[in-house]
């Protein structure tokens, strides 16, 4: 009897043991991380691919809020950064605040600027995506306006109009021209209509594309001089001296050159019906 008890005595004692066992591992299974593990999970989280803001402005038709895909440069820029599993998301401004916070050291990204000496000097660059050519526009009625640009002092006696923060209009400024300044290029283009400019300088697919939309009436009295002012290349442009901004020109230089390989880029431009865009 004695031994009937003792056998059961330590079978109560092993059941026990085991079921404490058992229900340590659960609560362990169900328990918050360890301070560890909770760090290990945050730092995965601050690595995920959060959407990159860039900012921009209005620009048409390569950049536009209203625009489908918002316009040509972006879809080109989405589809870089889409090429290297990036996301983005836009932020719309006009052209001189994101200047003023480009120079403000802001570490912000903006797209699509002309990339200069003068510039690289100040801001970090991506690989350019596409040319811009600066012309003079005029109306055909005015005798005053030479056959071609081909010095700043055959035009100095020239009322000119030019963009405020644009590249052209710096050029006039440094070359000894007072341009008359806007806003926007629909501004400017009813300065030259209504006469008090003899030219303005516009990208020449951005004026003819604002002339032939907003000023049909005008379409057939408004062309521009041959020879551009500037020609310059296009990217995107971020403050200096931020890790960020720079690995992420990193990524937009290595996502276009894999569109620009693949074939996209020229789908892409196509699709808007530009047979080139880019010139070295």
């Known amino acids: 009897m004695k031994l009937i008890i003792g056998v059961l005595m330590t079978l109560i004692l092993l059941v026990g043991c085991s079921q404490t066992e058992s229900t340590t591992k659960d609560h362990r299974f169900f328990d918050n991380p360890s301070p560890v593990e909770a760090q290990q999970n945050t730092d995965i989280n601050d690595n995920a691919n959060d959407a990159i803001e860039l900012f921009t402005g209005e620009?048409?038709?390569?950049?536009?809020?209203?625009?489908?895909?918002?316009?040509?440069?972006?879809?080109?820029?989405?589809?870089?950064?889409?090429?290297?599993?990036?996301?983005?998301?836009?932020?719309?401004?006009?052209?001189?605040?994101?200047?003023?916070?480009?120079?403000?050291?802001?570490?912000?990204v903006t797209y699509p600027w002309a990339i200069t000496q003068e510039r690289l000097e100040e801001f970090n660059a991506s690989e350019s995506f596409f040319t811009s050519n600066n012309v003079f526009f005029y109306m055909k009625n005015n005798h005053d306006i030479p056959e071609d640009f081909t010095s700043f002092d055959a035009i100095d006696h020239l009322k000119i109009g030019a963009i405020r923060?644009?590249?052209?209009?710096?050029?006039?400024?440094?070359?000894?021209?007072?341009?008359?300044?806007?806003?926007?290029?629909?501004?400017?283009?009813?300065?030259?209509?209504?006469?008090?400019?003899?030219?303005?300088?516009?990208?020449?697919?951005?004026?003819?594309?604002?002339?032939?939309?907003?000023?049909?009436?005008?379409a057939d009295e408004i062309t521009h001089l041959k020879t551009p002012l500037t020609s310059a290349q296009l990217g995107l442009l971020t403050s200096k001296d931020s890790e960020e901004t720079q690995r992420i020109i990193n990524l937009f230089n290595d996502g276009l050159k894999r569109i620009q390989e693949s074939g996209e880029y020229d789908t892409i431009i196509e699709k808007y019906g530009y047979s080139k865009l880019f010139y070295e």
């Not at 809020?65 to 972006?74: D, F, K, Q, R, W």
């Not at 836009?90 to 050291?105: A, D, G, H, N, V």
């Not at 070359?175 to 009813?190: K, R, T, Y």
């Not at 030219?199 to 049909?216: A, C, L, Y």
């Open 59 to 108: 620009w048409e038709p390569f950049v536009g809020e209203s625009l489908p895909n918002h316009g040509v440069a972006t879809e080109i820029v989405k589809a870089s950064f889409k090429a290297v599993n990036q996301e983005v998301k836009l932020t719309f401004l006009p052209w001189s605040r994101i200047m003023e916070q480009l120079k403000t050291q802001n570490p912000i």
């Open 165 to 218: 923060s644009y590249l052209h209009t710096d050029i006039l400024i440094e070359n000894g021209l007072n341009p008359d300044l806007a806003d926007n290029e629909v501004q400017s283009i009813q300065k030259l209509v209504s006469r008090p400019l003899d030219m303005i300088v516009m990208n020449d697919v951005v004026g003819n594309e604002i002339i032939h939309n907003s000023f049909p009436d005008y």
